[in-house]
């Protein structure tokens, strides 16, 4: 069975750094795309970042320069690095599997609350 | 990337039919046929529930079925049942990057 967890969200300052991970089991994790996507309270769904099995990173402009993606195959982990954040970051962050070709998410994790205020 | 426009809410009374569009621009969901569907229910995670358009992934039912026109893609929901009241997403991949639907909330009546 796909599972996905993350863990590491909480209460932050703006300005002030958070690092997301998303534990992956049940799949061979190096073998797919993997994203971030967040949802402010009440409101849609918001593409925030993905990284290929390659490695190769990519960011929509909101986060671009403020976001770092990356993954640790051997430990099935993902993470989200996220600096200079900013109250509108505040958001439920899932981490979701991604097929490549055609393109979509297939498993989705139950998400990490991230709230920046002071 | 400017997400995609979604009506903000569908309503319907059992056994009915409704249709939620979605609708981007040549360079999203006129451009590709990936797009994909999710229904979200309150306090839960995004569930896949079309991709490629008009595919369903094995578990999902049959009334749900997507369809595509141009720069406007579709969802529509047969036989409604209260379950399938939810919040439902489009999304559409384009270049490397990717862009949701503003979100349409399905009241079953």
């Known amino acids: 069975e796909v599972q996905l967890v993350e863990s590491g969200g909480g209460l932050v300052q703006p300005g002030g750094s958070l690092r997301l991970s998303c534990a992956a089991s049940?799949?061979?994790?190096?073998?797919?795309?993997m994203h971030w996507v967040r949802q402010a309270t009440g409101k849609g769904l918001e593409w925030v970042s993905a990284i290929g099995t390659a490695g190769d990173t990519y960011y929509p402009g909101s986060v671009k320069g403020r976001f770092t993606i990356s993954r640790e195959n051997a430990k099935n982990s993902l993470y989200l690095q996220m600096n200079s954040l900013r109250a509108g970051d505040t958001a439920v962050y899932y981490c979701?599997?991604?097929?490549?070709?055609?393109?979509?998410?297939?498993?989705w994790g139950q998400g990490t609350l991230v709230t920046v205020s002071s | 990337q400017s997400a995609l426009t979604q009506p903000a809410s569908v309503s319907g009374s059992p056994g009915q039919s409704i249709t939620i569009s979605c609708t981007g621009t040549s360079s999203d969901v006129g451009g590709y046929n990936y797009v994909s569907w999710y229904q979200q229910h309150p306090g839960k995670a995004p569930k896949l529930m079309i991709y490629?358009?008009?595919n369903r992934p094995s578990g999902v039912p049959d009334r749900f079925s997507g369809s595509k026109s141009g720069n406007t893609a579709s969802l529509t929901i047969s036989g409604l049942q209260a379950e399938d009241e939810a919040d439902y997403y489009c999304?559409?991949?384009?270049?490397?990057?990717?862009?949701f639907g503003t979100g349409t909330k399905v009241t079953v009546l």
């Open positions: 490629e358009v008009s």
């Open positions: 999304s559409s991949y384009t270049s490397s990057l990717y862009v």
């Open positions: 979701a599997r991604a097929r490549s070709d055609p393109y979509y998410f297939d498993y």
């Open positions: 049940g799949f061979t994790f190096s073998s797919y795309d």
